[in-house]
Nanobody, 123 residues
Framework: QVQLVESGGGLVQAGGSLRLSCAASASGSIFSFNDMGWYRQAPGKQRELVAGITSVGITNYADSVKGRFTISRDNAKNTVYLQMNSLKPEDTSVYYC???????????????WGQGTQVTVSS
């Protein structure tokens, strides 16, 4: 069983910064964590990709956050980070961590989600 635990959300003024963290863990079987990323969902809107990172560090970003957000990961800790700078009110959303986990015993893959963390940017 895979668990993703997020932290780092909160309330910040426009122009400020926040750093989100997501630690992946597994029990019962050994997993590898391949692609990881952050999504967000605002009330009444669809969940959207914010940033993604592969196991070898290739990144991609939504156009709306390019130049302001940076995704990174620590493979030894199975943790992915999202550094958010120059935050805008429109960044207000619940942010979800996502990981593609591969169970090593049979190579079955699972799409895993964290519980979400609220980010609120005041104007």
């Amino acid at each position: 069983q895979v668990q993703l635990v997020e932290s780092g959300g909160g309330l910040v003024q426009a122009g400020g910064s926040l750093r989100l963290s997501c630690a992946a863990s597994a029990s019962g079987s050994i997993f590898s964590f391949n692609d990881m990323g952050w999504y967000r969902q605002a009330p009444g809107k669809q969940r959207e990709l914010v940033a993604g990172i592969t196991s070898v560090g290739i990144t991609n970003y939504a156009d709306s956050v390019k130049g302001r957000f940076t995704i990174s990961r620590d493979n030894a800790k199975n943790t992915v980070y999202l550094q958010m700078n120059s935050l805008k009110p429109e960044d207000t959303s619940v942010y979800y961590c996502n990981a593609r986990a591969r169970r090593l015993i049979d190579l079955r893959e699972y799409d895993c989600w964290g519980q979400g963390t609220q980010v609120t940017v005041s104007s």
